[in-house]
């Protein structure tokens, strides 16, 4: 089925450790984003790349490495997790609507990370 | 900058009454406003959105939302809420076509029996 495909689902990493989100979308979207998810706080924007090669910072950027070496697929990256990173992390695919506004029409399911 | 503001953080409805989410957003220009709804564990799914034209959008699952320029409001309305509704549900506005996404904190709404 098209869509956005989000692993791990969980992820449980202790202070310090680095490792990768990964998202893949399979319907061409040139605009791809990651947000965090956090009670009471909404979504907050953490990166985003408008299309293969491209790549900027959203609201809360510190922390996160992003790249995106095809239109399909856009990587998350924490360097040296922390505890204030815990969160839930989606990762959004978007079309461009009547060529003027982008609109976040499909997300990922989630990952819920943990840092002890 | 902009800003979105949904001043609910819980709302409860009975089955089958009819309901209003309410959300005002702070931008100067007309905005690009979206609805979403997430149910537990889930990602999020686009409800509506609206962009320009007729002020009254229909989005799916029976969902509408009116943009109000002189209250800075783009409310979500159903007029017979089923229990399969409750979930948590954000508005979000974005200043131009190319801009960021700003999410507002959630509603999340109960179907009382």
């Known amino acids: 089925n098209a869509g956005v495909t989000q692993t791990p689902k969980f992820q449980v990493l202790k202070t310090g450790q680095s490792m990768t989100l990964q998202c893949a979308q399979d319907m061409n979207h040139e605009y791809m984003s990651w947000y965090r998810q956090d009670p009471g706080m909404g979504l907050r924007l953490i990166h985003y790349?408008?299309?293969?090669?491209?790549?900027d910072q959203g609201e809360v950027p510190n922390g996160y490495n992003v790249s995106r070496s095809t239109t399909e697929d856009f990587p998350l990256r924490l360097l040296s997790a922390a505890p204030s990173q815990t969160s839930v992390y989606f990762c959004a695919s978007s079309y461009r609507d009547r060529g003027v506004v982008d609109t976040e029409a499909f997300f990922g399911q989630g990952t819920r990370l943990t840092v002890v | 900058a902009q800003s979105v503001t949904q001043p609910d953080i819980h709302i409860t409805v009975s089955e089958g009454a009819s309901l209003e989410l309410r959300c005002n957003y702070s931008y100067g220009a007309t905005p690009y406003l979206f609805w979403y709804v997430q149910s537990p564990g889930q990602g999020l799914q686009l409800l509506l959105k609206?962009?320009?034209?007729?002020?009254l959008v229909q989005g799916i699952k029976g969902f509408e939302a009116e943009f109000k320029r002189s209250q800075s409001s783009f409310n979500l309305r159903k007029p017979s809420v089923h229990w399969s509704d409750a979930a948590e549900y954000f508005c979000?506005?974005?200043?131009?076509?190319?801009?960021?996404?700003?999410f507002g904190t959630g509603t999340r709404l109960l179907v009382s029996p």
């Open positions: 609206y962009f320009s034209g007729d002020t």
């Open positions: 790349s408008v299309g293969a090669g491209i790549t």
């Open positions: 979000a506005v974005r200043n131009t076509g190319f801009q960021k996404l700003v």
